[in-house]
């Protein structure tokens, strides 16, 4: 999207859109978000956009035509593959790599019919039986190249409802990236000394896992069970609405309760929540019926992850916690089962400004793998907080 210099970013979120307008320093021109009532009804997020758009245009007067989108839904997946080339000439090998992405872009479309891939990623790159993780700075004669790719797909429905939305509003997709994957990128450098590194990003409904090893994407994994399932399960054990829980569950976000099995003193939460809901209800339950459910999107999210038997997660791997769904573990302690061994937990403070920032650095860093792209050519963010170790390990 680069028209007068500005670069629009929308995030597509479920239960909010966000809407920011860059210039080509990356400096902030506008910025604003809308919260959107009905899930899945696409005339709420086409009016919303409108909105937005007409809004940031006449602040910052004139006309937004491009924008990037992001974009998640639990239905994303990942497809890897390893392309072998042989070469009897001498070539360029930008050409040679350009070449795999394309035919290994047009397999994957074969192949997979009604998935829309939204993500290229070179996973390593092999040289003359030789493996790099990054392309060399200088690269001799070489008869044979082998990249392993990742790619990232939608549900090609999902993918055409978005795009139409934005189709109805005059607006051109220049990228249409995932959320999560753009957000993990940005953060992994936190943690260069780590080897490994999960991201739980916790959605409204939905959990995305991306688990990074040497600081490359390893895999990804999203469960259909986020943020709002707290709220349901808290609704339906304990009687209450789902506006009711939805209130109980911000007041955890703002509170410092240790969230554990075992009975403690819970006079003065009881008092806090009986002050908000003006009901009387068992925080020992409540505590517990929010435990289970966390217990369970860890779980799950993991569970597609194949762990060698001979990594000592204790000492290597870091879990670091995004997403709105995840505020919760900003001031909590959460005695959950001692299975994982994570060295450590971190709650990464994120904001909305800086996701839709992200996007830009992201389409900056990975602009050479968009086989679109190739088609036409043949600081840190936020604060972290040291998050309680919610396992207990010494």
């Known amino acids: 999207m680069k028209k007068n210099n500005y670069s629009t970013v929308v995030d597509y979120g479920s239960s909010e859109i966000r809407l920011g307008v860059f210039d080509n320093k990356f400096s902030k021109?506008?910025?604003?978000?809308?919260?959107?009532?009905?899930?899945?009804?696409?005339e709420e997020y086409s009016k919303s956009i409108n909105f937005l758009i007409r809004d940031a245009e006449k602040q910052i007067s004139t006309h937004l035509e491009n924008i990037t989108v992001l974009y998640d839904t639990s239905e994303i997946c990942t497809i890897d593959l390893s392309?072998?080339?042989k070469l009897d000439q001498k070539v360029n090998f930008n050409e040679v790599c350009s070449s795999i992405i394309l035919e290994a872009n047009q397999l994957i479309k074969n192949c997979y019919i009604g998935k829309k891939i939204i993500h290229v990623i070179i996973n390593k790159y092999i040289i003359n039986s030789k493996e790099f993780f990054n392309v060399p700075d200088k690269i001799s004669e070489f008869n044979s190249v082998i990249l392993e790719l990742k790619f990232i797909c939608l549900p090609q429905d999902k993918y055409n409802r978005v795009f139409d939305v934005f189709k109805e509003n005059n607006l051109n997709v220049l990228n249409f990236f995932s959320s999560s994957l753009v957000k993990s990128f940005q953060y992994i450098d936190f943690f260069k000394k780590n080897k490994f590194v999960t991201f739980l990003d916790i959605g409204l409904d939905r959990t995305t896992m991306i688990f990074f090893i040497n600081q490359k994407l390893d895999s990804i994994n999203s469960i259909p069970i986020g943020g709002?399932?707290?709220?349901?399960?808290?609704?339906?054990?304990?009687?209450?609405?789902?506006?009711e829980s939805e209130e109980l569950k911000k007041t955890f976000n703002r509170s410092e309760i240790d969230f554990s099995y075992n009975n403690t003193d819970l006079n003065?939460?009881?008092?806090?929540?009986?002050?908000?809901?003006?009901?009387?209800?068992?925080?020992?339950?409540?505590?517990?019926?929010?435990?289970?459910?966390?217990?369970?999107?860890?779980?799950?999210?993991?569970?597609s992850i194949n762990i060698p038997n001979n990594i000592d997660m204790k000492q290597n791997l870091n879990l670091v916690l995004i997403g709105r769904g995840s505020k919760i573990f900003n001031k909590n302690s959460f005695q959950i089962e001692d299975k994982y061994n994570f060295k450590e937990i971190n709650f990464y403070e994120e904001n909305d400004f800086e996701i839709c920032k992200a996007a830009l650095q992201f389409e900056t860093n990975f602009e050479n793998t968009d086989p679109q792209k190739l088609k036409k050519n043949q600081k840190k963010l936020g604060i972290f907080h040291r998050f309680f170790n919610i396992f207990g390990n010494d």
Do not use: C, H, P, W
Not at 31 to 41: A, D, L, W, Y
Not at 270 to 295: C, M
């Open 228 to 243: 709002n399932n707290i709220s349901k399960d808290i609704s339906q054990i304990m009687q209450l609405t789902l506006d």
């Open 83 to 85: 392309i072998k080339k």
């Open 268 to 303: 003065e939460n009881k008092k806090i929540i009986n002050k908000i809901i003006g009901k009387n209800i068992s925080i020992d339950l409540l505590k517990k019926v929010v435990l289970a459910r966390i217990e369970e999107i860890i779980k799950l999210s993991f569970k």
């Open 29 to 42: 021109l506008f910025f604003k978000s809308k919260s959107i009532s009905q899930k899945n009804n696409y």
